[in-house]
Each structure stands twice: as structure tokens, then as C-alpha cells.
């Protein structure tokens, strides 16, 4: 089976993040992939096969008039819109009686219309495609949806990651003390997130990560005292990124993609999720929480929402419960843990993807 995957990337790097994670599942499987993209630039640090001999060919946006022929399986991801010339040679194979998967890859969301929507066949009537069927198929947390992105070997290599060697590999030197990620955009609370690690009682490595973390924390011109150490990291591949999820003790994660490795890293994690204007991400955090805490018990998943809202900014430092900290872990371990667990148990998405 050959697929084409088309990836517009908006802004930030997880439309490509997870478009390049199918590509290499689907490619591992045996598949012959190609995709096309607008912008490739971040392959060449998140991806360093992309300068290898190519496991899978990489084809500029304005070069699509180049492909003669479409794919068996085509994969729209995140409603980026084909190119014309693209779609009428699917129509074209359609005509000669070459059966077209199209797909669209839609957004990771815990929202009950992923579970409505997922496989739902919608039938172009008019235009260049019409006579073509695109199908909508939504990664989710329910055995109703399409899953989450997982590697087959995954937990296997997770639990060969030796953590002390992978730290000074990096150059990063570890003195035992507590490990903190930072991959985030501009969170409003992150000013008392640095002012409880300083004052904390326990020593903490704050591993910040290249690009907006490093700008926002430049920016607050934050320094380290004997209680908060400081390390900022360069541009990671995507297997380098799960190596830091695995080092660390507590991830701040944003976005999609690093969203479902934390989950998978099994570790307590609070998510910066993308900021809407009219405040849809809102809800869309909240029927995440309402997932990912189906399990815990009351006081742990209070904490787990002030942390989220505190740290997404749905309310500020002055008007959270009383008590309540960006850091206290309590029983967030084990809840992490559990998770991955059950999520773990579903079909991941490559695989309903080439069942559907």
C-alpha cells in the first residue's frame, strides 16, 4: 500500500510532530510513504532520518504538481485542504476503477463529538472531487475513536531508558535532584511556578526546551539559586524529546504531540493547551481532564484541574483554593500511571487507521 500524507504547518511544530510520528509508523509497517508539506524545516532537527537515507520521501507543497499518480490511502491531515491538481487525479483514478482511501485526520480531542464523527464518510457532491468519499477519523481516548499514536516497541524501550546515561549524553550534569521539563508557550503562571522551585525545599533541575519555553524564560530573565537549577536544552529530535519526558519527574508539555507522550511516559504532567480566542480550548481541556481523572480520587483530581487551570490561565495565582501549588505531586504518580496503562490497552491509531 503506498499513502500520501499532506501536512500544512500553521504554526509551532505539532502539525508536522505528528504527521512525521505517522509517517515512521506507517513506513515501519511496510508501507511506502511520501509526504507533502509546506514548511520541512523542522525535520532537519526533529528528524534526523529526514538527512538519512529516507525511510520516507519528503515533497514540497508547490511541488504536488510533480506526482502523477495518487496514493492507494490519502491522508488530509487536520483539514489542510488538498491541492486541486491533486484531487482531480484522485477523481481521475476513481473514474479508471482504482479504489482511493481518502482521510482526514482530524484534531486529538476527549470531546464527546470525537465518538459522533469518528469514520463518518462524507461524500463530495460537487467540484473537482465529486464522486470521491473523504472519511473523518478522530484520534481519541475511547474505544469509539481512533486512538492515540503508539509505537509497537514503545513501553520496550522505555523500560531499557537508562536515565543517567541518556543526562550526560546531553551534557547535563545531575546531582540526584528532582527533574522538571518545561515545553510550554507563555503561561501566565509561570512566575509562581519559578518562585515555588526557588523557595522549595527540594532541589530542582528545570530542563527548558528550545525555542518559546527559552524566549519566555529569557524574557523573565530568571536566574538559578541553590534550590533551582536551571539547563536550557537545544532543539531535541522526537526520540530525544521521549527521553527527556522518561528523565524527567514532572513534564509541562503543550500542544498535541507532546501531549500524548507524556501520557505515555506514565509520569505527572500538566498540559499548556493551545489558547483559542473565543475560549473553545477551555472545554476542550476540561473533557481531557474528565478522561484522564475518570479514575482518581476527589483530592487528587482537584488538584490535577487547579494545576491545569492555573497553568492555562483560567484562574490566576490570587483566586486558586487555598493550599493549592503548581507542584504538590500527591497521588499524581500512580494516577499517571494508571492511565497509560488503560490507554495502552486500546488499538492504537496506526493500526485502526489501516483497518479502516
Excluded at 512525521?20 to 513506513?27: D, I, P, T
Excluded at 465529486?130 to 481512533?146: E, R, S
Excluded at 486512538?147 to 551534557?171: N, S, V
Amino acid at each position: 500500500m503506498s499513502t500520501d500524507i499532506f501536512c500544512k504547518v500553521i504554526d509551532n511544530y505539532g502539525d508536522i510532530g505528528v504527521c512525521w510520528r505517522l509517517c515512521k509508523q506507517l513506513a515501519a509497517r511496510g508501507e511506502v510513504v511520501r509526504l507533502i508539506v509546506d514548511d520541512a524545516s523542522a525535520l532537519m532537527w526533529m528528524a534526523p532520518v529526514f538527512v538519512r537515507p529516507r525511510l520516507v520521501e519528503v515533497i514540497a507543497w508547490h511541488d504536488v504538481e510533480g506526482i502523477e499518480t495518487p496514493a492507494d490511502w490519502v491522508i488530509e491531515s487536520f483539514g489542510c485542504e488538498l491541492p486541486e491538481s491533486y484531487i482531480v487525479k484522485m477523481a481521475r483514478q476513481a473514474t479508471l476503477g482504482k479504489a482511493l482511501r481518502w482521510v482526514n485526520l482530524e484534531y486529538l480531542t476527549a470531546e464527546r463529538y470525537a465518538e459522533e464523527c469518528h469514520l463518518l464518510p462524507s461524500p463530495v457532491m460537487q467540484g473537482m472531487g465529486k464522486g470521491l468519499t473523504k472519511t473523518f477519523f478522530y484520534p481519541g481516548f475511547t474505544p469509539q475513536t481512533g486512538g492515540l499514536l503508539r509505537e509497537p516497541d514503545l513501553f520496550e524501550r522505555q523500560a531499557k531508558f537508562d536515565k543517567t546515561a541518556w543526562l550526560k549524553k546531553q551534557t547535563i550534569e545531575w546531582t540526584n535532584e528532582r527533574i522538571i521539563s518545561l515545553f510550554c508557550y507563555e503561561p501566565a503562571a509561570l512566575p509562581v511556578l519559578l518562585a515555588e522551585l526557588q523557595n522549595s525545599g527540594q532541589s530542582t533541575l528545570l530542563l527548558v526546551t528550545a525555542g518559546r519555553a527559552t524566549q519566555v524564560m529569557n524574557a523573565l530573565q530568571v536566574i538559578s539559586n541553590k534550590t533551582l537549577r536551571i539547563h536550557y536544552l537545544p532543539y531535541l529530535t522526537q526520540e530525544d524529546y521521549d527521553h527527556l519526558l522518561w528523565a524527567s519527574d514532572f513534564n509541562f508539555v503543550r500542544g498535541e504531540d507532546s501531549l500524548v507522550r507524556a501520557i505515555w511516559a506514565g509520569k505527572p504532567f500538566a498540559w499548556h493547551i493551545y489558547p483559542q480566542g473565543d475560549d473553545a480550548h477551555h472545554a476542550k481541556l476540561g473533557a481531557f481532564l474528565d478522561a484522564y481523572l475518570a479514575h482518581a480520587d476527589a483530592v487528587t483530581a482537584t488538584q490535577v484541574r487547579v494545576v491545569h487551570q492555573l497553568w492555562n490561565g483560567i484562574i490566576d495565582s490570587e483566586n486558586r483554593p487555598a493550599g493549592h501549588t503548581l507542584l504538590d505531586l500527591h497521588e499524581w504518580h500512580a494516577v499517571s500511571f494508571m492511565q497509560r496503562d488503560l490507554w495502552a490497552d486500546q488499538l492504537d491509531l496506526v493500526s485502526q487507521l489501516r483497518r479502516s
